[in-house]
């Protein structure tokens, strides 16, 4: 009996080793599949969250499952590839009910909102944000509140409604500041505070923004990201009359420009001085 006592023993701690590699393994592939995101590398990052989804399915692991469905839903979008998008998104939102998982329900639902958002169904989009912040701040979700806040804001910008979206922004930045948010998300709230300043023609106040957000692209090594920063930053300067500074910055990145399918745009601006 010692010894059969001994043999399952022996054997369900090579089964717990086994899954806490497992879930190493899975933890690690989800952290490479979101720097191909902020690589803008998409289809590596739907390479990587298939391969964390095929691991999660075999060896029932549900955190792989629920995020690699919300990873595939943001690889897809930002690959315009909207059927594919809704499809995982929808799992995603599925899969996170059904496990009780509020913080991944608000992701997903975060995430339909902003699939809506982005084929101008801004009824739609707001409903799911609204969703999303409804479980978020029922659950505490500090991180997520922001971000919700980010993607309402950008309803009001594509309505053009400039003081509303600068509003919500900068309450989002704000609160975006005393969480420990990735570094992406930083990002894109200064380059949308930049932007809806620069479209407020309050170009000064835009700088600093747009400064701050071509910085953290930078060190992320997101460099389309960067140089979309860098050329709002230039026609920025150049609208306060500081042709010097515009010029330099165009120049510096003009050669770079043409790795991102920029230089046409960059080379317009520079032929404008």
């Not at 996170?96 to 991944?104: A, D, G, I, P």
Request: charged share 30%.
């Amino acid at each position: 009996m010692k010894l059969l006592f001994n043999l399952a023993f022996f054997l369900s701690t090579c089964f717990v080793a086994t899954a806490g590699e497992l879930e190493k393994k899975v933890d690690f592939l989800l952290k490479k599949a979101w720097e191909c995101y902020e690589k803008s590398d998409y289809t590596c990052m739907i390479d990587k969250s298939k391969e964390v989804l095929d691991i999660s399915k075999k060896h029932n692991i549900p955190k792989g499952i629920a995020e690699s469905y919300y990873y595939l839903g943001i690889a897809y979008f930002s690959k315009n590839d909207m059927n594919n998008a809704l499809k995982y998104t929808r799992l995603a939102v599925e899969y996170s009910t059904k496990q009780n998982n509020y913080r991944w329900i608000v992701y997903s639902y975060t995430l339909l909102g902003e699939i809506f958002r982005s084929v101008g169904k801004y009824k739609e989009a707001m409903y799911y944000f609204k969703k999303s912040m409804e479980y978020a701040e029922k659950n505490k979700n500090k991180k997520m509140i922001p971000i919700i806040m980010l993607n309402i804001g950008n309803i009001y910008f594509e309505r053009k409604e400039y003081k509303s979206a600068l509003n919500m922004y900068k309450k989002a930045l704000k609160l975006a500041e005393n969480v420990k948010l990735r570094k992406s998300y930083k990002a894109l709230l200064n380059f949308n505070i930049g932007i809806t300043l620069y479209n407020m023609e309050e170009y000064e106040r835009a700088i600093s923004y747009l400064k701050k957000s071509a910085e953290i692209y930078n060190s992320m090594k997101n460099y389309r990201s960067y140089l979309e920063s860098v050329y709002f930053l230039a026609k920025s300067y150049r609208s306060i009359g500081d042709t010097g500074t515009a010029k330099r910055l165009i120049k510096e990145n003009l050669e770079y420009a043409k790795l991102y399918g920029m230089y046409r745009s960059f080379k317009l601006l520079v032929d404008k001085y």
